[in-house]
């Protein structure tokens, strides 16, 4: 396929690949969806004050939301990652280039709501198109057990391997508090690797909310990792090669390969 010098970074190597030249597959390993959340209603508040609420359709994969002055009817897809942990994506269709993602327990009624927004190329001078922010809360009516999620160094150090497919084999180095690299083992970028900005939050014991921002590729990601059951479930979202916006479910079976220990005295940022 062609290459898009409208899509891709101008930095972009000979033969870079497209998002959807990779993402085709990448959801194979993905756990099932699942529809626990039709006909209910979760109200959530955040520790900045605001508060959402979520009100799911009884017949169809729809929900009103809102949230800030916000609000929307939006399809979403819901995963049910263990007994009580859940992963939510929303699309956002208006205005087009954003989706709403939340992990959510409803045994300590923790949350993490990641809000993933595709900005415009004209007001990006330098680094990814995609930006992040993170909100952390709690499910109105119960109390909150353990720890809130926070921002953690804890995969600082850890080399993973991720198997999204037969076809899809990333290998992922958490290099520091921003940044972490990547290469491809097996798949359409075979040999292909880089070094893109970062997000790391621990939900709970063997549990991260891990986000990622390119810089080649105007694409972010959202993903769960749970080291307890060896499984992340996540998704994308980004441009294709025609500049279209998609948003593309994903998961993988992960393995933690090796850790760099950093002696006395020497800690990355």
Same mark, same amino acid.
């Given at each position: ?58 017949? !169809? $994969?729809?929900? @009103?939301?809102?949230?800030? +002055?916000? %609000? ?8 049910? *990652? ?39 190329? !004209? $007001?990006?001078? @330098?680094?990814?198109?995609? +930006?992040? %922010? ?8 119960? *109390? ?48 292909? +690797? ?76």
């Amino acid at each position: 396929m062609s290459l898009n010098p409208s899509v891709l970074n101008q930095n972009a190597e000979p033969e870079w690949k497209n998002y959807d030249d990779f993402a085709r597959g990448i959801d194979t390993n993905r756990l099932p969806a699942t529809q626990d959340w039709r006909g209910k209603t979760l109200q959530l508040a955040f520790e900045q004050g605001e508060q959402m609420t979520l009100n799911f359709s009884a017949g !169809h $994969q729809q929900l @009103s939301w809102a949230w800030q +002055g916000e %609000s929307g009817e939006d399809t979403y897809e819901e995963v049910r *990652t263990s007994s009580a942990q859940y992963f939510l994506n929303i699309p956002l269709q208006t205005p087009g280039n954003e989706c709403l993602t939340l992990v959510l327990n409803t045994d300590s009624g923790r949350v993490l709501m990641v809000r993933s927004t595709l900005l415009p190329e !004209h $007001q990006v001078a @330098s680094g990814s198109r995609l +930006g992040q %922010s993170f909100h952390v809360g709690q499910i109105i009516g119960m *109390t909150p057990l353990g720890a809130a999620p926070h921002l953690t160094r804890e995969l600082l150090g850890y080399r993973t391997l991720n198997i999204y497919s037969p076809n899809h084999y990333y290998e992922h180095f958490y290099v520091n508090t921003e940044r972490y690299a990547w290469q491809n083992l097996r798949g359409e970028q075979f040999g292909h +690797g880089d070094m893109d900005y970062a997000t790391y939050y621990k939900f709970d014991e063997d549990r991260y909310l891990f986000t990622f921002r390119e810089k080649i590729i105007p694409v972010c990601s959202v993903f769960f990792f749970d080291f307890t059951l060896g499984r992340c479930t996540g998704i994308f979202l980004g441009l294709d090669a025609a500049g279209k916006v998609l948003v593309s479910p994903a998961g993988a079976f992960i393995h933690k390969m090796s850790y760099n220990a950093y002696p006395d005295g020497v800690q990355p940022l």
